[in-house]
């Protein structure tokens, strides 16, 4: 079955240290994106990558990192430098060519808490 | 830049019928998007329309008009099930990333 995986699901990580959460895509889609949403609130893009080793920052890049070194793969690290980490992190692909939507799938996202 | 507003709330009766409002402002527009999130789980993809008219797809309809900046969402028959987040995202011109409301929880009641 195609589709995007995130793991884990559940994050705690100590005040201070850096976390890299996985996204893994087999729909051969071309761009992906990270979001983080806070409760109540809508998603916000951190970083998007519309092609292998290319990669460009959303609206709240401080304090994150990205790599795309594969077309399927797109982690983000969370780094100490993240005032406010705590949140859900939700990461998208989409098409970016061809006629329709090129919706945005998403993947089942990882809640990390910073203690 | 992107600016989206829609209702933060919005409660209905099961069967009945709800109308989810969404504005925005663009540097860019390449189509609007409308997704279903459950508490804690992921969106999904509901509608999307590019061109002004009413797009109808089962118990859902979207609407836009570009030169007013405003889109709907419909939800017909309402089911407990549609209890949710629904998020307004608009995708600028010149790539492919969204800008998103806040998101209208709608609450249905039987």
Known sequence: DGGITQSPKYLFRKEGQNVTLSCEQNLNHDAMYWYRQDPGQGLRLIYYSQIVNDFQKGDIAEGYSVSREKKESFPLTVTSAQKNPTAFYLCASSWTSGRGPNEQFFGPGTRLTVL | ?110
């Open chain 2, 1 to 110: 830049g992107q600016n989206i507003d829609q209702p933060t709330e919005m409660t209905a009766t099961e069967g009945a019928i709800v109308q989810i409002n969404c504005t925005y402002q663009t540097s860019g527009f390449n189509g609007l998007f409308w997704y279903q999130q459950h508490a804690g789980e992921a969106p999904t993809f509901l509608s999307y329309n590019v061109l002004d008219g009413l797009e109808e797809k089962g118990r859902f309809s979207s609407f836009l008009s570009r030169s007013k900046g405003y889109s709907y969402l419909l939800l017909k028959e309402l089911q407990m099930k549609d209890s949710a987040s629904y998020l307004c995202a608009v995708r600028d011109r010149n790539d492919y990333k969204l800008s998103f409301g806040a998101g209208t929880t709608v609450t249905v009641r039987a």
